[in-house]
Nanobody, 123 residues
Framework: QVQLVESGGGLVQTGGSLRLSCVPS????????MAWFRQAPGKDREFAAA????????WYADSVKGRFTISRDNAKNAVYLQMNSLKPEDTAVYYC????????????????WGQGTQVTVSS
């Protein structure tokens, strides 16, 4: 398993921006596809964005497309989620996930998850 640590969450006003970071501990993850999921209060965890191990392919949920950008820096062993034009409905705990299989990753079935970082968007 890969241990993942998220950071960068916080409180921001509507229209603001945040940048989340995810760093694995204990090993490199350069050959893993990575993803961000989120879970709002009272709702199921949902897929937000994913990126291939090389960084050449990205996928987004319709709800964040055009506002969020996922990226990675394998030299720094980190993956990022740049979130712009934030809305109150983006309020959630954001989780980083990693998997060697992109399909399994995007389905939310990976075994490798972080503890999450809270993002709160005030209206």
């Amino acid at each position: 398993q890969v241990q993942l640590v998220e950071s960068g969450g916080g409180l921001v006003q509507t229209g603001g921006s945040l940048r989340l970071s995810c760093v694995p501990s204990g090993r490199t993850f350069s050959n893993y596809a990575m993803a961000w999921f989120r879970q709002a209060p009272g709702k199921d965890r949902e897929f937000a964005a994913a990126i291939s191990w090389s960084g050449t392919s990205t996928w987004y949920a319709d709800s964040v497309k055009g506002r969020f950008t996922i990226s990675r820096d394998n030299a720094k062993n980190a993956v990022y989620l740049q979130m712009n034009s934030l809305k109150p409905e983006d309020t959630a705990v954001y989780y980083c996930a990693a998997d060697l299989n992109v399909r399994r990753l995007k389905s939310g079935s990976s075994d490798n998850w972080g503890q999450g970082t809270q993002v709160t968007v005030s209206s």
